[in-house]
């Protein structure tokens, strides 16, 4: 996590996800515990449903995710990449207050 001050944001850079990856439940949850946000800027991203489908799937630990949760994971992890910028306070512009 990057703060640019020009800009008033935190950025984000995150190592796509391999598109040979098996994703098991361990797998699956070592990479979204990748994603640092101390502030917890992501997290309504990151603590998303599909966590919840993964552990309701009734998968084990190290069995393969079936087909549409992997599917689902893959598409997930493409997201995370268009999640760059969270700006840092909401303010009006000098033309807005006018």
């Given amino acids: ?10 950025t984000f850079r995150f190592k796509a996800a ?9 797998t699956f949850l070592q990479k979204v515990a990748k994603v640092f946000d101390p502030l ?17 799937s009734g998968t084990e ?3 393969q995710l079936n087909t ?7 598409h997930w992890f493409a997201e995370l990449s268009t ?3 969270v700006l840092r306070c909401l303010r ?3 033309a807005e207050v006018d």
């Fill in 1 to 10: 996590m990057l703060w640019l001050a020009e800009q008033d944001v935190f």
């Fill in 18 to 26: 391999e598109t040979d990856v098996v994703f098991t439940k361990r």
């Fill in 40 to 56: 917890g800027f992501l997290a309504p991203y990151v603590v998303r449903v599909l966590l919840q489908k993964v552990w309701a």
């Fill in 61 to 63: 630990w190290d069995e």
């Fill in 68 to 74: 549409e949760l992997h599917e689902q994971a893959c």
């Fill in 83 to 85: 999640v760059a910028h």
């Fill in 92 to 94: 009006l512009s000098a």
